[in-house]
């Protein structure tokens, strides 16, 4: 058994790069990407819902791949890049698919919002947008207490549209 003060004080070294910004923090090992997110850095984008892998509400993209931050150790994002819903407009100018999300309505209270837009963002890049069903299958990992998934659905594959039109531009 090790001393208590060994069991209470271990920390572990996590760099990271988080929407484009390099940070190196210690953490305990048990600490979450979604924890080190909002408590270190003050990025409160990503939500705490069940926080067991169940509401999608904290989903942000590691290494591109959206992932349940809740479900992520921070020690194990170590090298990684996080993009979080912060992350995404440009110089003022909001994203693509968080600008499809304002004009199809795709909200009510909110709290879902930031995971819904990081997953409809992998949705598209993924993909799995080409019809109704296929943007609900594969955002079926977010759920709506509002259920505000009509218009979800009807954003996502406005915002996949625009960004297809923008490459090919
Ligand atoms: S808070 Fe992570 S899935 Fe619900
Ligand atoms: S808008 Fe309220 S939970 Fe989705």
Same mark, same amino acid.
């Given at each position: 058994?090790?001393?208590?003060?060994?069991?209470?004080?271990?920390?572990?070294?996590?760099?990271?790069?988080?929407?484009?910004?390099?940070?190196?923090? +210690?953490?305990?090992?048990?600490?979450? &990407? @979604? #924890?080190?997110? /909002?408590?270190?850095?003050? =990025?409160?984008? *990503?939500?705490?819902?069940?926080?067991?892998? +169940?509401?999608?509400?904290?989903?942000? &993209? @590691? #290494?591109?791949? /959206?992932?349940?931050?809740? =479900?992520?150790? *921070?020690?194990?994002?170590?090298?990684?890049?996080?993009?979080?819903?912060?992350?995404?407009?440009? #110089?003022?100018?909001?994203?693509?698919?968080?600008?499809?999300?304002?004009?199809?309505?795709?909200?009510?209270?909110?709290?879902?919002?930031?995971?819904?837009?990081?997953?409809?963002?992998?949705?598209?890049?993924?993909?799995?947008?080409?019809?109704?069903?296929?943007?609900?299958?594969?955002?079926?990992?977010?759920?709506?207490?509002?259920?505000?998934?009509?218009?979800?659905?009807?954003?996502?594959?406005?915002?996949?549209?625009?960004?297809?039109?923008?490459?090919?531009?």
């Amino acid at each position: 058994m090790c001393p208590e003060e060994t069991r209470f004080s271990a920390r572990c070294l996590v760099r990271l790069t988080v929407n484009g910004q390099s940070h190196e923090l +210690e953490v305990e090992p048990r600490v979450t &990407l @979604l #924890d080190l997110l /909002r408590e270190r850095l003050q =990025l409160t984008g *990503a939500k705490k819902g069940c926080n067991r892998g +169940e509401c999608g509400a904290c989903t942000v &993209l @590691l #290494d591109g791949r /959206r992932v349940n931050a809740c =479900l992520v150790l *921070a020690a194990s994002a170590e090298g990684c890049a996080v993009t979080t819903v912060e992350g995404l407009a440009q #110089d003022g100018r909001l994203h693509p698919v968080q600008q499809a999300f304002i004009e199809h309505d795709a909200f009510q209270c909110g709290f879902c919002t930031s995971g819904q837009i990081m997953s409809a963002l992998a949705c598209i890049t993924e993909g799995h947008t080409g019809s109704n069903a296929e943007i609900r299958e594969w955002m079926s990992g977010n759920l709506c207490r509002c259920a505000a998934y009509p218009q979800i659905a009807e954003a996502v594959a406005a915002a996949a549209r625009d960004m297809s039109a923008s490459e090919a531009a």
